[in-house]
């Protein structure tokens, strides 16, 4: 199966402070990738899909000023959390598409983030 | 609306008993199912992706099968490592997102 990573796989960081998590796809080229967050024992909660070279597209009530989204290249697309406050701890989870002869979504380890 | 239901929420089975759990979805046009498994702490594993019905795939002990209406994971003679959160999916057609199921936690005692 295709590699995606995250970057940290842990962060804290103080109330008020911006923290950056990048997601690579190791061994494909990504058009798309897509920014999750979950809460603990509940499902995946799209934030936003990520299209590389064009603006992001965030789903209703994600703030976009909060949650800056880049996708600058097809390996590489990265989330900001812009003053974070403690009710943004949460895990962040990217995943990627592979497209070709069958169509694939992968996802990346994980960011746990705590603010503090 | 576009919609996924997963059932049961959880299910406690014993080593080497086989079950199956239930994946029903609502799509206006279907590109894709997806199933994946997430252990605690981990991002989701990539399992099946399905694409019409009638559609079978295998991977180990675990069999995905396809309608038109749902989706099913049979799992045989299961381990307790196979124990983890199982998510269904759906890719509208024309939609770049994916629509998920809320999981099913599947227990494997020894």
């Given at each position: ?87 943004d ?8 598409d592979r ?18 | ?9 959880a ?57 038109k ?5 049979h ?36």
């Open positions: 199966g295709a590699v995606v990573s995250q970057h940290p796989s842990w962060v804290i960081c103080k109330s008020g402070t911006s923290v950056k998590i990048e997601c690579r796809s190791l061994d494909f080229q990504a058009t798309t990738m897509f920014w999750y967050r979950q809460f603990p024992k509940q499902s995946l909660m799209l934030m936003a899909t990520s299209n590389e070279g064009s603006k992001a597209t965030y789903e209703q009530g994600v703030e976009k000023d909060k949650f800056l989204i880049n996708h600058a290249s097809l390996t590489l697309s990265t989330l900001t959390v812009t003053s974070a406050h403690p009710e701890s949460s895990f962040y989870i990217c995943s990627a497209e070709g002869r069958e169509y694939e979504q992968y996802f990346g380890p994980g960011t746990r983030l705590t603010v503090t | 609306e576009d919609q996924v239901t997963q059932s049961p929420e299910l406690r089975l014993q080593e080497g008993e086989s079950s199956s759990l239930n994946c029903s979805y609502t799509v206006s046009g279907l590109r894709g199912l997806f199933w994946y498994r997430q252990d605690p702490g981990k991002g989701p594993e990539f399992l099946f992706t399905l694409y019409s019905a009638g559609e079978e795939k295998e991977k180990e002990r675990l069999k995905a099968t396809l309608t209406k749902e989706s099913f994971l799992i045989t003679a299961p381990k307790p490592e196979d124990s983890a959160t199982y998510l269904c999916a759906v890719r509208p057609k024309g939609a770049q997102k994916l629509v998920f199921g809320q999981g099913t936690r599947l227990t494997i005692n020894p």
